[in-house]
């Protein structure tokens, strides 16, 4: 079964940069679809971006422009460059794995608190 773990959160000025890392352990990597989710305090979580197992990305409007999702298959590894990040990118950031449309397995969250 997959687990997954993130790194990479802090605080961080208007308009500065983060990498968020995902390591996963436990399965194939490379069968998954893997996501970026978020949730900030009374909102809902949402999706920020997705790559599936092929190299294809997805990304909500609000980080169009400004974020990347990437992933190393030889290193388990999925990433989220962030960059121009803004106040209301602030929220916990999950790592999800996803396989023909069923959820297998979710990180602990990373705080992302973008704040001068």
């Known amino acids: 079964q997959v687990q997954l773990v993130e790194s990479g959160g802090g605080l961080v000025q208007p308009g500065g940069s983060l990498r968020l890392s995902c390591v996963a352990t436990g399965s194939i990597f490379s069968r998954y679809a893997m996501g970026w989710y978020r949730q900030a305090p009374g909102k809902q979580r949402e999706l920020v971006a997705s790559i599936t197992n092929g190299g294809t990305t997805n990304y909500a409007d609000s980080v169009k422009g400004r974020f990347t999702i990437s992933r190393d298959n030889a290193k388990n590894t999925v990433y989220l460059q962030m960059n121009s990040l803004k106040p209301e990118d602030t929220a916990v950031y999950y790592c999800?794995?996803?396989?023909?449309?069923?959820?297998?397995?979710w990180g602990q969250g990373t705080q992302v608190t973008v704040s001068s």
């Open positions: 999800n794995a996803k396989s023909y449309g069923i959820n297998y397995a």
